[in-house]
């Protein structure tokens, strides 16, 4: 689990420093976006601990 959680962070990391450099992106844009990550982190690890359980 903690590899996944990683790699999200990462993920994360590299969009918010591409749409930075961009410089196309408002930081509310940035921030629902971010925000959007972490409600797919928060399924992923939902539906991971589920299967778990199976």
């Not at 590899?3 to 844009?29: C, H």
């Not at 399924?43 to 601990?49: F, K, P, S």
């Amino acid at each position: 689990m903690k590899t996944l959680e990683q790699d999200i962070q990462a993920l994360r990391q590299k969009m918010v420093t591409v749409f930075r450099q961009s410089g196309s992106y408002t930081d509310p844009e940035l921030l629902h976006i971010s925000r959007k990550l972490d409600e797919k982190l928060n399924d992923w690890q939902a539906m991971y601990a589920y299967k778990k359980q199976i």
